[in-house]
């Protein structure tokens, strides 16, 4: 027995669209959802067949945007049960209506039952229990829309700004409290953390302004000044990596000016008395920060070092310097102690105490691991300038109105970059020089290579925004923002792949990462529905491009249990609906795999669905087809493109539509576009040598 | 209904198959899995002999059997299914589903220990974790209590005021695969007892365009759940009732609580499944000796007979539980912490000693039931309100 496809005429869905919807208005599924279209056409198609249908769907989006209690869009008789079980589910419901039609419980009749399952609900968890009941020849047409979920993220070296100061991305908690951007009142606001999300290895990119760098996914939502050409409709709008070029206006933090003095947490301190201490240098620890303490451990940060077994504080300042005198000034001041300047080259400050003390701040252990502690970053500006101008003092460089700051470690030039961004200031990207084995530096010569960094930065100048408001607006478009600036993006690059996280946030949806302020997960999801939660653990349309199309042959994992296998497309009505007749006419299982655009997951406009459903057939991306045993039938467009292979479109067609493959279109993944291109070829060409055409 | 009583030899699984034989259930969809296997090979046995006119859904896993279950009975059908350890185990997800949907599904547990290690034996662990599944919980000593409470099962679990599954279960191999003699019913019984139209409910069938099974958000969820606790409350009274019922169209005694040598006795074991047999055996012997001790076994576990537990356990000095259940740091065993809970605050109630024993199917002998019992006396003496202890492992 083969399968005769029904003909399906326009005519015939003039008539049939006056039969009533069964998959009602007022579901709740996005603007542009492929599977609301499916779901319609399936509906409709079983409907016109003129016998009973009904329907049982697995957890997923068309099950949970369709029956919100108490509403329901399902004219229909309509059942969930759970995720992975709806085909056992169906096999239960058809057997029960079997059992009570031989008993008389119930007037006998042929019903056509159609499962919907996502591909989650499909490919993975619910294989099982969808080959179990197809082996038990359980009398149902299974529908699987089959769309992607999508994700986007940080790289795990991104430093985010939080109430207690700056974070590594790893160290935020869920709950804390993190900077971002209000969008009405354009304001520095606290949110708080409601979720983290470690999204897997991606494909991480650099994007660059003049004094600003991050790294994030491509499909990572930015900020960004939408230039119109009347002034007064300026606005700012989200838009991906993927939608940025260089020159295209981002928005950055300019200002952190809601700063408050740190009060320190307490320290065990050694009194004379404690055990084997018999004599002490009494000092008085700071409870909180001040701007003397602050440039004092700016010093430090620059030129101290700390050896607790000793008590000893030390500084390599070197005699007559005018950074020796103001510490020695800052020490009496501070902690009413006489340093030894006995030595030419360093001055020590003796006290237990004291080494405890600046132990417990963070500044990180040896020249390369040196950093500016999270906890500077929220206080007030001028302890902030106070701690620029220590650090300054000891391997900084003025010239003129630009300072140079150098550095062994990595760490400190970057947490310093993003202080100096929150205070107003210029700031160029990190340089990176060598000096070769033998290089004589200060008094002696180096025994190995040494890396070293610098970074340049100066005071920001006041804008006339009063006086030119046009102007200054032009080059900076929040000029009369306290808070906030925007600057121009000068590259975008791609770095490695890498593992990534990513955040919610409550209320704004966004947060500041190394000074920009980027969008949080969830973006494209109506006000955070369940959904939005399922697909950022779902494996499938990652950004990497080797897995992009190639899954799991469920048609052909299918179609190898002997049943009528067909695929389809919504963008092809006729060709589905006869398909999905063809199916519950047939005595016995059918499968059917719909091909369900997802303009969130895929990244397009939602009112171009239809048109990237139709690339994918017309690229032969996603062939129409069914088969059932030895039988291989190409359909619709696909059958003519089998017969004039000179219609067929190339994969960029369908590719570049998609902001989840436009990086693919960059020089450097070329060979991945054509390699792609190749495994549909082949693919393809496999298809058509063991098929007919109708 | 005839006078004449036939007793059959049959053993546990048997006597569940039988019994379910008599039900005959629209659907059965099960997967094997030892010690229920025997349930499930008797009773395909009747269906491709034409005995019954069953649909049997040979599923691939529990998961799927339950998944069946839960469709076919939301179609309207009377439905049973059978499991043990691993399986019920794998069926977990699922049993929140069918019980919050209301569906009447008969289960019957072929009470086994979870691995690791893995083991095939009896043990009641695998059914007790299931409590606050919503799902009413029976447990039978013998090849006869299996046989009466499957159709106890479906009576109560299809009573309009309740309309929630129900499960009940018999020890691997202790009583599933040992040889007893059963009592059976006619056809006749069983039909006048389990009427032969199905519940008249909301039906996932053609012509009722109904949704089961929608999305229930913060709004509604609550009220759903509640209706689900006032079910399980509802399900107290309709066992006491149907199994007042059953004792009169059988013959054989049948209550919530069996009580035996209770009226004048000081001290008790409470006890449920098969160790209540070995219980009753120690009173016998230790009533030989003088000793005012009588046994209580316990068949309804969930809903848990809290206000009937204090009636027969005030005035009772101490209770020694013997529960064949594994629990780990926990303040009692399972049973154990239950009856504290039922008792808590009363005045003239026992003190509770419990004893995990018999895990993986390990037999707990006489001589080590009337040690514990001294034990118990002994802590309830010095005024120990409340012991646990493991018994009858290798120190």
Wanted: charged share 25%.
């Amino acid at each position: 027995m083969s399968i005769v496809l029904p003909k399906v005429s326009v005519k015939d869905l003039q008539e049939w669209s006056k039969l009533g919807e069964v998959f009602t208005s007022g579901h709740r599924l996005c603007a542009g959802c492929g599977a609301g279209a499916m779901a319609r056409q399936v509906t409709l198609a079983a409907k016109a067949l003129g016998d009973p249908y009904m329907f049982v769907n697995a957890t997923g989006c068309l099950e949970v945007a369709s029956t919100v209690y108490p509403y329901t869009a399902w004219d229909a008789p309509w059942l969930h049960n759970a995720f992975e079980n709806a085909a056992a589910t169906a096999s239960g419901a058809i057997e029960a209506m079997k059992a009570m039609q031989r008993k008389g419980l119930m007037r006998e009749r042929n019903v056509n039952m159609i499962v919907f399952g996502g591909d989650g609900g499909t490919y993975d968890i619910g294989l099982q229990s969808l080959s179990g009941a197809i082996e038990r020849g359980h009398d149902f047409l299974y529908v699987c829309y089959n769309n992607g979920a999508y994700m986007n993220c940080l790289s795990l070296d991104t430093h985010i700004l939080t109430k207690n100061g700056l974070k590594r991305v790893l160290d935020v908690k869920l709950g804390e409290e993190v900077y971002a951007f209000n969008q009405e009142t354009r304001e520095l606001v606290l949110k708080e953390c409601s979720g983290i999300f470690n999204n897997g290895i991606k494909e991480i990119y650099e994007l660059k302004t003049l004094h600003h760098s991050i790294k994030t996914t491509m499909n990572h939502p930015y900020l960004t000044v939408q230039r119109s050409r009347n002034k007064e409709e300026n606005t700012l709008v989200w838009k991906t990596l993927d939608e940025l070029k260089p020159g295209d206006e981002i928005i950055v933090l300019k200002n952190l000016n809601i700063g408050q003095s740190f009060t320190f947490e307490e320290i065990e301190i050694s009194k004379k008395g404690d055990y084997k201490v018999h004599k002490i240098n009494e000092i008085k620890l700071p409870e909180k920060s001040s701007s003397d303490l602050m440039e004092f451990l700016g010093l430090f940060l620059g030129d101290g070092w700390i050896r607790t077994h000793k008590a000893e504080t030390g500084f390599s300042l070197p005699e007559n310097s005018d950074a020796r005198a103001k510490l020695v000034s800052l020490s009496k001041k501070l902690f009413n102690l006489e340093p030894s300047t006995i030595s030419k080259n360093d001055v020590y400050l003796y006290s237990v105490n004291i080494t405890r003390f600046i132990e417990s701040l963070d500044f990180g252990q040896g020249a390369k691991n040196k950093k500016v502690p999270s906890w500077i970053f929220t206080l007030p500006q001028e302890e902030k300038e106070a701690f620029v101008k220590g650090l300054m003092q000891s391997d900084g460089y003025i010239i003129g109105r630009s300072n140079r700051y150098v550095s062994a470690s990595f760490e400190l030039l970057k947490t310093l970059r993003l202080l100096l961004q929150t205070m107003n200031y210029r700031v160029g990207k990190i340089h990176q020089q060598t000096k070769k084995k033998g290089t004589f530096v200060v008094y002696r010569q180096l025994l190995e290579d040494s890396t070293f960094g610098y970074i340049c930065f100066s005071m920001k100048k006041g804008s006339n925004v009063d006086k030119y408001p046009a102007q200054t607006k032009q080059r900076d478009f929040l000029a009369d923002n306290n808070d906030f600036s925007s600057e121009k993006i000068v590259s975008i690059e791609f770095v490695k792949e890498e593992p990534t996280i990513d955040f919610r946030i409550e209320g704004e949806h966004n947060f500041i990462a190394d000074g920009i302020v980027v969008h949080n997960t969830g973006i494209q999801r109506s006000s955070g529905t369940p959904q939005g939660a399922a697909t950022t653990t779902s494996p499938p349309g990652s950004v990497i491009p080797g897995k992009i199309v190639w899954q799991k042959p469920l048609a052909e994992i299918m179609a190898s249990h002997d049943i009528p296998t067909f695929t389809a497309s919504p963008a092809y009505p006729r060709d589905l609906m006869a398909k999905v007749q063809a199916g519950l006419k047939h005595d016995g299982p059918a499968f059917m795999l719909v091909d369900s655009p997802c303009n969130l997951g895929q990244r397009y406009a939602p009112d171009i669905s239809m048109e990237i459903a139709k690339l994918a057939v017309k690229t032969c991306f996603f062939p129409l087809f069914y088969t059932y045993k030895e039988e291989w039938v190409l359909t619709g467009i696909s059958s003519r493109l089998a017969k004039n292979p000179d219609r067929k479109l190339p994969i960029e067609d369908f590719l570049k539509p998609q902001g989840r493959f436009r990086h693919l279109f960059k020089p450097e993944w070329k060979n991945k576009l054509i390699e792609i291109q190749d495994t549909i070829d082949e693919k393809w060409a496999r298809l058509v040598k063991k098929s007919t055409c109708i | 209904m005839s006078g004449v009583r036939q007793v059959v030899g049959m053993t546990g699984d048997e006597a569940v198959a039988h019994a379910v034989k008599l039900v005959n259930p629209d659907v059965v969809a099960a997967y094997p899995i030892t010690p229920q296997t025997i349930i499930v090979e008797r009773y395909s046995d009747f269906v491709n002999n034409g005995e019954v006119d069953t649909s049997f859904i040979s599923v691939e896993s529990e998961h799927s059997a339950m998944s069946a279950c839960v469709g076919a009975s939301l179609t309207g059908a009377r439905v049973f299914t059978a499991t043990a350890s691993a399986g019920l185990a794998l069926m977990y997800e699922i049993l929140y589903v069918a019980s919050g949907m209301r569906c009447p599904i008969v289960l019957a547990v072929a009470n086994r220990a979870f691995s690791a290690p893995i083991n095939i034996h009896g043990e009641c662990t695998d059914q007790l974790v299931c409590r606050d599944a919503s799902w009413v919980s029976l447990f039978g000593e013998s090849a006869q209590e299996a046989y009466d409470e499957t159709i106890l099962s479906f009576k109560i679990a299809e009573h309009p005021d309740v309309m929630l599954p129900a499960m009940f279960g018999i020890e691997g191999f202790i009583v599933t695969h040992a040889l007893e003699r059963v009592e059976t019913l006619s056809k006749q019984q069983v039909e006048d007892f389990i009427p032969a139209s199905r519940i008249v409910r909301d039906r996932f069938c053609p012509d009722e365009n109904k949704t089961f099974g929608s999305l229930v958000l913060q709004d509604y969820y609550m009220e759903i759940k509640r209706q689900q606790e006032e079910a399980m409350q509802n399900a107290y009274k309709v066992t006491k009732d149907a199994m007042q019922e059953f004792s009169e169209m059988s013959g054989r005694k049948m209550e919530i609580l069996e009580k035996y040598k209770l009226e004048d006795a000081e001290y008790a074991f409470v006890s449920y499944g098969a160790t209540a047999g070995n219980a009753k055996a120690v009173v016998d012997r230790l009533r030989a000796k003088g000793e005012k001790v009588g046994a209580l076994k316990i068949r309804l576990f969930r809903p848990f007979p809290s206000l009937d537990i204090l009636q027969v356990l005030s005035g009772i000095k101490a209770a020694t539980i013997l529960d064949r259940s594994a629990t780990f740091g926990s303040p009692g065993t399972i049973v154990q912490t239950d009856i504290a809970s039922a008792l808590y605050g009363q005045e003239n109630v026992p003190s509770l000693h419990g004893y995990i024993n018999g895990l993986g199917g390990r037999v707990l002998t006489l001589p080590e039931i009337e040690e514990v019992y001294e034990k118990s006396k002994d802590y309830n003496a010095i005024g120990m309100t409340s012991t646990t202890d493991w018994v009858g492992y290798r120190k």
